[in-house]
């Protein structure tokens, strides 16, 4: 038996005690979808540098992931089967916005299972040697700096020491979270793909491209002027209820700046994480947004010790603020006490993919996956 089988097997047995996750797949090894195993991608000597594949560039992959790969006289030629129905990934290539620095063998192993979990798990990676797909994302967008040509580190803002993040790698400090949508809890995690992945629900799930900046699957409006809508914000209000946003119910002031000052939620928060701020703040950060300044005695900063309270020391919305205070006053921050970090290796529960459904149980944690 290879090594290959031998790995799939495994998981196969420990994914069958867990009725909620489905059996690892790879459409690569089914003969209804490969009528000719291994030859469609390797051959003779292959190309050089590569593993005898019959190409080494983007355009390998794309000549099966591509709509023209869907006819029958296409999938005879690439030696498909007659179940194939490959994602097209090459149109996602020509949006706007795209994953161009990135080859597909640095996010994806064509020899690894594909691991199905089902809603409430936190993604597994489709690349072997990581275990999560965030820890894929975070060896090129972490300390690495997307392999030195991105100088931020984006590891930095999710780690559980900081006072506010999302929460990727472990879980976030919040308790008073009202506006979040059921089956979301303040226990559940997440996944980079929950925001940045294709703009169409109906094509490739992933970030390969997308129309909307960012490689963001929802609108997301980045900068002041923009007149609130159910649209303008649809990434944010996914997860966070919008009427009990516009209601004031989290924070005392949310309507005025996001209806009547037409603030973006960008302006005000970082959707990663704050290093010095509850609730995602981000004024406190070596680099705040534009059109935030400091106030006329110099300081740009927010401070807050609780839930829907803080103090305010800028200049925004043509408005001086030195200080204003929301919510009944604040005391000097005191940062919440830091939530263990995930150990290596260890599970995570996500929110699910899907739209949330009322009454949906709350997550529990996937099964053991073979190391690979």
């Known amino acids: ?8 097997l495994v998981a196969s047995l420990a994914l069958l ?12 090894f089914d003969p209804t979808k490969f009528a000719k195993p291994c030859s469609p991608c390797h051959q003779g000597h292959g190309a050089p540098g590569t593993p005898r594949l019959t190409g080494g560039t983007r355009d390998f992959c794309l000549k099966c992931h591509e709509s023209a790969s869907r006819s029958a006289p296409r999938k005879a030629f690439l030696g498909l089967g007659a179940a194939a129905n490959p994602q097209d990934i090459r149109t996602e290539f020509t949006k706007p916005v795209t994953h161009s620095r990135a080859t597909c063998f640095e996010c994806h192993s064509a020899h690894a299972p594909r691991v199905i979990v089902a809603a409430g798990f936190q993604a597994v990676s489709p690349k072997r040697s990581f275990r999560f797909e965030a820890d894929l994302c975070l060896s090129c967008h972490g300390s690495r700096g997307a392999q030195g040509a991105d100088p931020h580190d984006l590891s930095k803002l999710f780690v559980a020491t900081n006072p506010s993040f999302h929460p990727v790698l472990a879980g976030g400090h919040g308790t008073s979270l009202p506006s979040l949508r059921s089956p979301y809890s303040a226990a559940s995690l997440m996944n980079c793909t929950d925001c940045h992945t294709n703009d169409d ?3 490739p799930r ?3 491209g997308s129309r909307v900046l960012r490689l963001l699957g929802r609108n997301y ?17 996914g997860c966070h209820d919008r009427d009990s946003i516009l209601s004031d119910a989290s ?8 209806v009547d000052e037409r603030a973006s939620c960008a302006t005000c928060h970082n959707p990663h994480g704050a290093t010095s701020s509850r609730a995602l ?3 406190n950060e070596p680099v705040p947004t534009s059109g935030v300044t400091a106030s006329s005695s110099g300081r740009l900063e927010f401070v807050s010790s609780a839930p829907g309270r803080g103090t305010c020391f800028l200049t925004c919305h043509g408005k001086n603020h030195d200080p204003l205070t929301y919510g009944g006053g604040a005391a000097p921050m005191a940062r919440p006490r830091p939530a263990p970090a995930v150990p290596s290796g260890s599970q995570r529960v996500a929110p699910p993919r899907a739209a949330p459904v009322q009454g949906r149980p709350e997550p529990v944690r996937p099964p053991d996956l073979p190391k690979q």
């Open 206 to 208: 992933g970030p390969h």
């Open 1 to 8: 038996m290879s090594k290959l089988s031998f790995l799939t």
């Open 281 to 283: 703040v981000r004024f």
């Open 251 to 258: 924070f005392s002031a949310h309507r005025k700046h996001v």
């Open 221 to 237: 409006a980045l900068t002041d002027g923009q007149v609130e809508t159910a649209a303008t914000y649809a990434l944010c209000y």
């Open 17 to 28: 005690a867990r009725p909620a996750a489905a059996l690892p797949t790879n459409a690569h």
């Open 201 to 203: 629900p109906s094509g």
